[in-house]
């Protein structure tokens, strides 16, 4: 309760003021370059910090020159620089880590990513408990509960401002539907659910403007795999960034206009979710609505039709499994 009410009058005196602080952990990177543009052009971010382990003064002084108000500040790994990053920051979005090569599985850059995030989250729950924390970072589908785990055992979790970035798989369902069907892909809105990483990526086009997609398997599969399609083209030198940059960017905007006030705004986002508990599965990507305190109400699913019912069975035994090593990695590796 007492964490609530901090949180409201926080939001509350952030939109007043119209004050918004974003940290973004690993800007020096592939998406952390284009994510810090694109913020620095947006109107609602008043304080970009840029934080990496390398090379963020750099960025930072780079992007301070693109004449929008925000102030820019670039912040290295010394003994305060990830704190100061971090302090006051209303969103912190983290794609720090590293991407996939061609032949690799989201799964494979655990090992490397998992400690990574999980130290970040550390410094996020001791500067900025109550901020939007906005997880990259793959493989989402464990990172999230990651950083969950680590809130948690600092006794600062608070469910409804943890955000796995999803925004991509209907940033492609979108763009690959108007593909098909000569569209303006500004007028598709594909429903996609469940995690992010291959066959936990389900796409529901029986709810879209165009059912008939629904059995289109050449379609689900292009939607679930979209990003190898990047990895393979970028030739071992990283994945999707530029089109990740833009959907972190969306993502961000949309928690901003929520907070400061606007209503009905829905993202779809990997979150600690009721929808699927049962069967124990605690964090589940679907349609979310935004608020002043972040996640302001899950949206079910809806009606699926039969082969996205045996979709949605192929997603629940992998993101259970994700979702498991995720937290099993804290329980086992606590860090400092
Ligand atoms: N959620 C999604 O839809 C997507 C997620 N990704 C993921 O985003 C992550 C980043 O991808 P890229 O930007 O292409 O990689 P990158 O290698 O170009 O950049 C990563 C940056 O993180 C920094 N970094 C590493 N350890 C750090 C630490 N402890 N603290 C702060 N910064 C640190 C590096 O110095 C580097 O600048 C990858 O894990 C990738 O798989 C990529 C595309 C889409
Ligand atoms: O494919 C990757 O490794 C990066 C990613 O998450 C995406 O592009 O959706």
Redesign the pocket.
Known sequence: MFMASRIQTRAFSASARNLSKVTV??A?????QPLSLLLKLNPRVTELAL?????APGVAADVSHVNTKSTVKGYE?TPTGLANALKGAEVVLI??????KPGMT?DD?FNT?AS?VR??AKACAESCPEANILV???P?NSTVPICAEVFKSKGVYNPRRLF???T??VVRASRFVSEIKKTDPADENITVVGG?SGVTIVPLFSQSRHPDLSSNAELIHRVQFG?DEVVKAKDGA????LS?AM?GARMAESLLRAAQGEKGVIEPTFVDSPLYKDQGIDFFSSRVELGPNGVEKVLPVGKVDAVEEKLLEACFSDLKKNIEKGKEFVAKNPGN
Do not use: Q, W
């Open positions: 952990l690993g020096a990177g592939g998406i952390g934080y990496d382990i390398r090379g790994p794609p720090a880590g590293v991407p996939r989201r850059l990513n990574i130290d970040l990259i970072s793959n989402v796995g970035v999803t991509l798989d992010h990003g990283g994945s999707a960034t990740m959907a």
